[in-house]
């Protein structure tokens, strides 16, 4: 008869635990670069036949947004709307509050004898402004909800992009994003070549890398940034609001509310299907999700989460490895409670679904043996 004892023995490995948490304010995980941009309109988690959805949207504001962005373009919210909608704004009331706050800033510049007419001067006044008026709390990695930047005054490099890039482009300039592992900056595009903007970094007078003009490669301008630029990719205002979404994501994980680290990564890749960090977030989201389950024995539904993960990629190597070790797991509770038939139902089920798995067959031998002849 299979003992629990035997069972036990089987169950030698662990689970392959993945943390792959990174915010877009300091170096996200080794081996994690950012891919190339993608479609907008690529289908972002899962096969057409098997596509899992994580993302469903938290109201009618949020669902507006998503659903402007599908075509890689907004024509119904702004690049500000759109990050403060990221940032968890849900009615347009308040929407409408925090945006009548900046377009406060833009009119404040407008209306100042601040503002020269030749670019880089007027990128700097826009730079400063920022730091004088609105950044006044210094720096925090807690804070890229836009919101919270405009009441308190602190800022993180997403936040601070965002909305350096908004007033800009209110005021006249052309200017992206930057995203690099780790980090964000803006760009402007002068005359004369791109203009990269440090916006962490306080003192536009100070700054050690702001050469007198900008060379034809383009002139840092900042504090030496978290990030490499050597594989920066510029990035629109949705893949900026999605950056928006991945940190919201890190902070639910760390907080293991994994509902809602998955939602978030899921709608960050919504709005960016190539942000390879965001998407290796998502898998390791479900992954430690899943482990969860198992270690509190809600096998089924460890079970059921790991099969929604590999419909999304199924070459995960992580999903594979605990759906074996779950089963494991399970099996052993099973051959305790004496239900040893049942355990052996569910394995030729799982082996059903991964027959190539070598250590999931002799787990099922094993079990069968067991069984009263």
């Not at 300091?26 to 993608?38: D, F, H, N, Q, T």
């Not at 993302?55 to 669902?63: H, I, R, T, W, Y």
């Not at 490099?157 to 900056?185: D, I, K, Q, W």
């Not at 490499?228 to 990035?235: L, W």
Request: proline share 6%; hydrophobic share 40%; charged share 25%.
């Amino acid at each position: 008869m299979f003992s629990p004892r035997r069972c036990s023995a089987i169950v030698s490995c662990v689970f392959a635990l993945l943390v792959l948490t990174a915010s877009w304010s300091y170096a996200p995980a080794a081996g994690l670069e950012p891919a190339r941009p993608a479609a907008a309109t690529a289908t972002f988690l899962g096969s057409d036949s098997k596509r899992v959805d994580f993302g469903v949207p938290n109201s009618p504001l949020e669902k507006q947004l998503l659903d402007d962005a599908a075509d890689g373009r907004l024509d119904r919210f702004s690049p500000l709307d759109a990050a403060l909608v990221a940032g968890g704004i849900t009615t347009r009331d308040e929407l409408d509050r925090y945006r009548r706050k900046a377009d406060a800033l833009v009119e404040r510049l407008q209306d100042s004898d601040e503002l020269p007419e030749e670019p880089r001067p007027r990128a700097e006044a826009i730079f400063n402004f920022l730091h004088r008026e609105i950044f006044c709390g210094g720096y925090d990695l807690a804070y890229t909800d836009l919101r919270r930047v405009l009441d308190e005054g602190r800022f993180n490099c997403v936040s601070a992009t965002v909305l350096f890039n908004y007033l800009a482009e209110r005021l006249g300039l052309r200017c992206c994003g930057l995203e690099m592992p780790g980090h964000a900056m803006s760009r402007v595009r002068l005359p004369e070549g791109p203009l990269d903007i440090e916006n962490t970094y306080s003192r536009w007078q100070e700054l050690p890398d702001a050469p007198s003009a900008p060379t034809a490669r383009g002139a840092a301008i900042g504090a030496a940034t978290s990030g490499d630029r050597s594989k920066a990719r510029e990035v629109s205002p949705i893949q900026l609001a999605a950056m928006v979404y991945y940190n919201r994501g890190v902070d639910r994980l760390a907080a293991k509310r994994f509902d809602e680290a998955a939602a978030a990564n899921a709608k960050a890749l919504r709005l960016d299907p190539g942000n390879a960090v965001a998407r290796q977030n998502f898998l390791a989201t479900l992954n430690n999700w899943s482990i969860e389950l198992g270690n509190a024995g809600r096998f089924g539904e460890s079970v059921a989460l790991l099969r929604r993960g590999l419909a999304v990629d199924p070459h995960f190597a992580a999903f594979a490895q605990n759906y074996v070790h779950v089963h494991r797991l399970w099996v052993e509770q099973l051959c305790r409670q004496q239900r040893t038939a049942e355990a052996a139902k569910l394995l030729a089920q799982a082996v059903a679904e991964m027959p190539d798995r070598e250590d999931l067959r002799r787990i099922e031998s094993d079990v069968r043996r067991s069984l009263p002849r």
